[in-house]
């Protein structure tokens, strides 16, 4: 089977990213989320997954399948928007779909990164901590159409008080996402590279192809990791787009911050994600009971 230009480009960009800026919209109000891309070369489509306790992003897309995912590209990143078909039906059979998308990706850092973190997660006590984090939802990504985004490849956030973002939080900071939807409903994203911030607003320069109108629902992605996911740290800024004397900025009005960097940080993560997914199961009709988990902690 031959495979398109396109498809080929999307597929070696998707390698080329151990993260991605995941996009979602209720009605014209964006969310977006960092998540680890794949591709599944059987059947042609780009994949992200989410642990149920965490699950929000595949019920969103389940809701509203207009989506977009900023992939990095070389020097640049690639902006593709696409229909999404979430996979819930067998949480355990997407685990083993998983397994065989992080064997077809090329030698990389990334491929290391996701073995390691595969192969702890069958350890007595990876299953101890995380056995519901090896549960998996598939967001299956058809793809419509890809967009360039130039990026001088450098980030610097600023303070920024009206967010939330003290000085200590941004300095650690290395991307920044602003996210807007257009007429038809997509979410539509960019790389913030040098971000000016002034009375509180972020200073705006979207590309030519993202036309964004005062008084606009947007929001703004600020994330960092380390190079095996372990530690990492996320806010997500919900606001407006306003136009002012200088031209577009974006007007901040509430702020999520997730963040996994210390011990306490991984043990509320660890305590937080079974709480969540024995609600998850619970909101379902169902028990969740880590098995055959289960019989490997007796065993230890």
């Given at each position: 089977?031959?495979?398109?230009?396109?498809?080929?480009?999307?597929?070696?960009?998707?390698?080329?990213?151990?993260t991605a800026e995941?996009?979602?919209?209720?009605?014209?109000?964006?969310?977006?989320?960092?998540?680890?891309?794949?591709?599944?070369?059987?059947?042609?489509?780009?994949?992200?997954?989410?642990?149920?306790?965490?699950?929000?992003?595949?019920?969103?897309?389940?809701?509203?399948?207009?989506?977009?995912?900023?992939?990095?590209?070389?020097?640049?990143?690639?902006?593709?928007?696409?229909?999404a078909t979430v996979?819930?039906?067998?949480?355990?059979?997407?685990?083993?779909?998983?397994?065989?998308?992080?064997?077809?990706?090329?030698?990389?850092?990334?491929?290391?990164?996701?073995?390691?973190?595969?192969?702890?997660?069958?350890?007595?006590?990876?299953?101890?901590?995380?056995?519901?984090?090896?549960?998996?939802?598939?967001?299956?990504?058809?793809?419509?159409?890809?967009?360039?985004?130039?990026?001088?490849?450098?980030?610097?956030?600023?303070?920024?008080?009206?967010?939330?973002?003290?000085?200590?939080?941004?300095?650690?900071?290395?991307?920044?996402?602003?996210?807007?939807?257009?007429?038809?409903?997509?979410?539509?994203?960019?790389?913030?590279?040098?971000?000016?911030?002034?009375?509180?607003?972020?200073?705006?320069?979207?590309?030519?192809?993202?036309?964004?109108?005062?008084?606009?629902?947007?929001?703004?992605?600020?994330?960092?990791?380390?190079?095996?996911?372990?530690?990492?740290?996320?806010?997500?800024?919900?606001?407006?787009?306003?136009?002012?004397?200088?031209?577009?900025?974006?007007?901040?009005?509430?702020?999520?911050?997730?963040?996994?960097?210390?011990?306490?940080?991984?043990?509320?993560?660890?305590?937080?994600?079974?709480?969540?997914?024995?609600?998850?199961?619970?909101?379902?009709?169902?028990?969740?009971?880590?098995?055959?988990?289960?019989?490997?902690?007796?065993?230890?």
């Amino acid at each position: 089977m031959t495979v398109s230009a396109a498809t080929e480009r999307i597929r070696d960009a998707v390698y080329d990213s151990l993260t991605a800026e995941f996009a979602t919209a209720r009605g014209d109000r964006p969310a977006v989320v960092p998540v680890t891309p794949f591709f599944d070369r059987e059947r042609e489509v780009v994949v992200v997954t989410a642990a149920p306790a965490f699950a929000g992003k595949a019920e969103q897309a389940a809701a509203n399948p207009r989506m977009s995912l900023l992939l990095r590209e070389d020097e640049s990143r690639l902006h593709l928007t696409g229909r999404a078909t979430v996979r819930d039906a067998d949480l355990e059979a997407n685990t083993a779909v998983v397994e065989r998308l992080i064997r077809d990706e090329p030698p990389s850092p990334k491929r290391t990164a996701m073995v390691e973190a595969a192969e702890f997660l069958g350890t007595r006590l990876g299953l101890l901590l995380l056995d519901w984090y090896g549960l998996r939802i598939l967001v299956e990504i058809r793809p419509t159409a890809i967009d360039e985004r130039p990026t001088d490849g450098t980030t610097t956030v600023p303070t920024w008080s009206a967010a939330g973002v003290d000085s200590g939080e941004a300095e650690t900071y290395d991307q920044m996402v602003a996210t807007v939807t257009d007429d038809a409903g997509y979410p539509r994203s960019w790389p913030v590279s040098s971000a000016t911030v002034r009375d509180g607003r972020l200073r705006l320069t979207p590309p030519d192809d993202v036309t964004p109108v005062d008084g606009q629902p947007a929001c703004v992605l600020a994330h960092w990791h380390d190079a095996d996911l372990e530690k990492l740290e996320q806010r997500l800024i919900r606001g407006r787009c306003r136009e002012d004397a200088r031209g577009l900025v974006f007007d901040p009005a509430s702020s999520f911050h997730l963040r996994n960097r210390t011990a306490r940080d991984r043990l509320r993560f660890i305590v937080d994600g079974k709480r969540r997914t024995r609600t998850y199961f619970a909101d379902r009709g169902q028990t969740y009971r880590p098995v055959p988990r289960l019989r490997t902690l007796i065993e230890w």
